[in-house]
């Protein structure tokens, strides 16, 4: 069932908080509130690469997401907050790893909340994952909504699992009265990636030669431009306590590669590997690859392999009919992706 778009009050305007500004949703989503006129402030880790919001014209607050009082400070005197921030992980986690992505993604998920619903903030927009939506078991071919229950009787990452929990952490803010609606990310594709972004490191490997094979399979992937447009649509018009997925539509693996081929002039092709042997394959060194170099990142582990073979496919229509969104366009992102990059200089000319 559909609520009119007119039927939920949009929150005052004022000042706006952004917290993981610097990352890949975080950065485009700035420039998106900036392109509108919108006072913008961003938390910002002292220690963190911020090459994402140097020079633009924010409020800069210094903190950490694991420290209730800088956080609280972010927020003092913030109408809405849009909390993007989170650790992104594909690794197979050793402990104290596994530990931090709980602190940051679920403990930091609950400070943000606590201290929007102390400064008295109108709206919170919480940035989550599609690996937090459920699918069917019997066909995870079949096209998710906001509805499916989360399955965890499978190989999923345990940043998926953290993701779970801070919407655990959101829906306890709206049981206390916050107001709290719930943005979820599929694949991120575009520009601003300045870290980068697991993604966008597999296509700097391939622009320089060094991604030789890929995984065959596919995923649901969003522009940069779709996901901030989408947060600001869940800011304006989203149902309190609701999930809206976004995303632009689905790719397969050979497509993007084909995309970013077309952008760097070259025939060139990985070749595919069987993802049954990938999966044993990566059940069998995973484990001990994080305990043997536990800071090197993973292209292959048992959740990355799953989650690009199920082929799982995006319905978005509860965002379409309640918030007015509208997909845009795939390549036209690939391309300012690559220009990105080349500018940055992570790709050559």
Not at 6 to 35: C, D, E, F, I
Not at 129 to 149: L, N, Q, V, W, Y
């Amino acid at each position: 069932m559909t609520t009119p778009q007119s039927s939920v009050p949009s929150p005052p305007n004022g000042k706006t908080l952004v917290t993981g500004a610097s990352g890949h949703v975080g950065a485009s989503l700035v420039r998106h509130l900036l392109a509108a006129g919108e006072d913008v402030r961003v938390l910002v880790h002292p220690r963190h690469n911020n090459r994402g919001v140097e020079g633009l014209p924010v409020e800069r607050v210094e903190g950490d997401l694991l420290d209730a009082d800088s956080v609280a400070r972010a927020a003092k005197g913030c109408v809405r907050v849009y909390h993007t921030a989170a650790k992104v992980s594909v690794l197979s986690p050793t402990e104290p790893q596994m530990r931090e992505l709980w602190q940051i993604n679920v403990l930091g998920t609950r400070n943000v909340l606590r201290a929007a619903q102390r400064a008295g903030v109108a709206r919170v927009v919480h940035t989550s994952s599609f690996s937090t939506i459920g699918f069917d078991p019997d066909d995870p071919r079949k096209a998710c909504h906001e509805d499916m229950p989360f399955y965890p009787f499978v190989e999923w990452m345990p940043y998926s699992r953290t993701k779970v929990l801070a919407e655990h952490e959101v829906l306890q803010a709206c049981a206390d009265g916050l107001d709290v609606v719930i943005a979820v990310s599929t694949g991120v594709v575009g520009p601003y990636d300045y870290l980068p972004s697991r993604t966008g490191k597999a296509m700097i490997d391939f622009s320089r030669g060094k991604l030789r094979a890929i995984i065959p399979g596919g995923y649901e992937a969003v522009t940069t431009e779709d996901l901030a447009r989408g947060h600001v649509l869940a800011m304006e018009r989203g149902r309190t306590g609701q999930r809206y997925i976004f995303s632009t539509r689905y790719v397969t693996m050979d497509e993007m590669v084909a995309l970013f081929a077309e952008q760097i002039g070259t025939d060139r092709r990985p070749i595919a590997l069987s993802p049954r042997l990938m999966s044993a394959v990566a059940r069998t060194i995973s484990k001990p690859m994080a305990r043997l170099f536990p800071n090197v990142p993973q292209h292959l582990t048992p959740g990355a392999v799953f989650v690009l073979t199920m082929q799982r496919r995006a319905d978005t229509t509860k965002a379409q009919q309640e918030l007015g969104f509208v997909p845009g366009d795939l390549p036209a992102a690939v391309r300012a992706w690559h220009r990105f990059f080349v500018d940055e200089g992570m790709i050559a000319r």
